[in-house]
């Protein structure tokens, strides 16, 4: 069955450091979401990218991130220059065109910044 | 987005039915009513959706009120696997986002 496929599945970096994390959605898929997750919190949406453009993003989506889909078939989010709060799980997602709007979800990222 | 309402928690022994409320007053005539699930320590996971009609699959069923403000997630047998947060989600259908709330947490005992 296709999946999603995230990595790293762990990663530590120092507070101000940039990292990338990635994610290679499904292959016919052409929706693409990340969501974070705090520890004990809700699932929150970052952002939404169709197009090789953001369609959509949350508040939480500011100018320490991005996203990229360099290469037709990885999906990144960069976080320029990480902040303790950053630490969470990275959750990536793709949906296909047709449906009613079903995603698929990788297994996550989970990010510490000390 | 509209809003659903979920117990924060429920309770049921393994091999046995549960049923997962949900209410949603404010759904629009194109809101199609999604269930996610989260086990722990893992990615959200799709499990049904429904516009207007009950649904089957191998996973659950998804019993949807005549007027629509209310379904209800069958698991048919629970086992030990099926614990996990369990979230109702209203989505237009379109590319629209999924917005989580906080979910049922279904605990299953043996």
């Known amino acids: 069955e296709p999946e999603v496929t995230q990595t790293p599945s762990h990663q530590v970096t120092q507070m101000g450091q940039e990292v990338i994390l990635r994610c290679v959605p499904i292959s016919n898929h052409l929706y693409f979401y990340w969501y974070r997750q705090i520890l004990g919190q809700k699932v929150e949406f970052l952002v939404s990218f169709y197009n090789n453009e953001i369609s959509e993003k949350s508040e939480i989506f500011d100018d320490q991130f991005s996203v990229e889909r360099p290469d037709g078939s990885n999906f990144t989010l960069k976080i320029r220059s990480t902040k303790l709060e950053d630490s969470a799980m990275y959750f990536c997602?793709?949906?296909?065109?047709?449906?009613?709007?079903?995603?698929?979800f990788g297994e996550g990222s989970r990010l510490t910044v000390l | 987005d509209a809003k659903t309402t979920q117990p924060n928690s429920m309770e049921s022994n393994e091999e046995e039915p549960v049923h997962l409320p949900c209410n949603h007053s404010t759904i629009s005539g194109t809101d199609y009513i999604h269930w996610y699930r989260q086990l722990p320590s893992q990615g959200p996971e799709y499990v049904i959706h429904?516009?207007?009609s009950n649904v089957n699959n191998r996973m659950a069923s998804l019993a949807i009120a005549e007027d629509r403000k209310s379904s209800t997630l069958i698991l048919h047998r629970a086992t030990l696997r099926d614990a996990a947060v369990y979230y109702c989600i209203l989505n237009t259908g379109t590319a629209s986002k999924l917005t989580f709330g906080t979910g049922t947490r279904l605990q299953v005992t043996l």
């Open positions: 429904g516009l207007t």
């Open positions: 997602a793709s949906r296909s065109t047709g449906g009613t709007g079903e995603l698929f």
